[in-house]
């Protein structure tokens, strides 16, 4: 079983920056691919970035030039830079990993972008 641990949530005004950490129980960033999810209230939970084992990226058309995602696999951790946040950038942030082909989730961690 993969275990993975979320944190750097919490309250930002509009225009500000956080950065979300993820980290694995586990030594498999080496070849699992690794994403960020979202899921405001009353809404499906969406892709936000992804960033496979050899470091390739996507993002959202909503977050790009506003968001980063990266990953060190010696130290099995996933990050989300967030900058120039927007109150529509709130919701619950999911991490993910795809490892031999299975899906797994962290808890969740919390953003709020008010003013």
């Known amino acids: 079983q993969v275990q993975l641990v979320e944190s750097g949530g919490g309250l930002v005004q509009p225009g500000g920056s956080l950065r979300l950490s993820c980290a694995a129980s586990?030594?498999?960033?080496?070849?699992?691919?690794m994403g960020w999810y979202r899921q405001a209230p009353g809404k499906q939970r969406n892709l936000v970035a992804r960033?496979?084992?050899?470091?390739?990226?996507f993002y959202a058309d909503s977050v790009k030039g506003r968001f980063t995602i990266s990953r060190d696999n010696a130290k099995n951790t996933v990050w989300l830079q967030m900058n120039s946040l927007k109150p529509e950038d709130t919701a619950v942030y999911y991490c993910?990993?795809?490892?031999?082909?299975?899906?797994?989730w962290g808890q969740g961690t919390q953003v709020i972008v008010s003013s």
């Open positions: 993910n990993a795809v490892y031999h082909g299975i899906d797994y």
């Open positions: 586990r030594s498999i960033f080496s070849i699992a691919a």
């Open positions: 960033i496979s084992s050899g470091g390739n990226t």
